[in-house]
């Protein structure tokens, strides 16, 4: 079965602080897609990275950063130095075999200033 | 290039009644697809049109259905709507759809209330 894991429901740091985002993924499939999305108070959800299974390249983009490592099925995100606008869910999310997205539960981030 | 939108951004409806949920893509985009968001299920996949034609359907009931008109705008569409229909109707739209693994990209969202 295909499935992701985000198993922190909600984290709360001070500004300025570093963040990770834990995300786990299970899949049979060989190739396969990962994304992050961010979802403000407003609801619409935001794109941010897209990561496909033979890329294990790490991404970093201003404060944002992304560990992919096939080894331990983890894509793992990284805000460093966290602002008050950061603040957000974020879901990790693997398209499955059936050109489906499978969604994690959420981790809720709150940054305190 | 204008975004993802979504009309209404709320509905309030009572049990039994239907709804229809649109969505117009970003301009050449040709991909649509409809989520569901609840507290207790998260994100789950409800369908994706792309030329007109339903690609792909998640595992809800028949009272959910949709479709896409030739400029590309979508509608969903719900019946006989029960309290757990109540939810954030989110719809995304791609270049090409799924199969090509493209992006998504979301609107706000309808937020749905049933009563």
């Known amino acids: 079965a295909q499935k992701v894991t985000q198993a922190q429901t909600e984290i709360s740091v001070v500004e300025k602080e570093d963040v990770t985002l834990d995300c786990v993924y299970e899949t049979r499939d060989t190739t396969y897609y990962l994304f992050w999305y961010k979802q403000p108070p407003s609801g619409e959800l935001v794109f941010l990275i897209r990561?496909?299974?033979?890329d294990e390249q790490n991404e970093i983009s201003g404060r944002y950063s992304w560990n992919f490592q096939k080894s331990t099925s983890s894509f793992n995100f990284t805000i460093t130095a966290s602002q008050v606008v950061d603040s957000a869910v974020y879901f990790c999310a693997l398209l499955d075999s059936n050109y489906q997205l499978i969604w994690g539960a959420g981790t809720k981030l709150i940054i305190k200033p | 290039k204008a975004g993802v939108t979504q009309t209404p951004r709320y509905l309030i409806k009572t049990r039994g009644q239907q709804v229809t949920l649109s969505c117009s893509p970003i301009s050449g985009h040709r991909s649509v697809s409809w989520y569901q968001q609840t507290p207790g299920q998260g994100l789950q996949f409800l369908f994706e049109y792309f030329s007109e034609t339903q690609r792909n359907k998640g595992n809800f009931p028949g009272r959910f259905s949709g479709r896409q008109f030739s400029n590309s705008r979508s509608e969903m569409n719900v019946s006989t709507l029960e309290l757990g229909d109540s939810a954030l109707y989110l719809c995304?739209?791609?270049?090409?759809?799924?199969?090509?693994?493209?992006?998504?990209?979301f609107g706000p969202g309808t937020r749905l209330t049933v009563l």
């Open positions: 995304a739209s791609s270049l090409e759809g799924a199969r090509i693994r493209d992006t998504q990209y």
């Open positions: 990561r496909n299974s033979f």
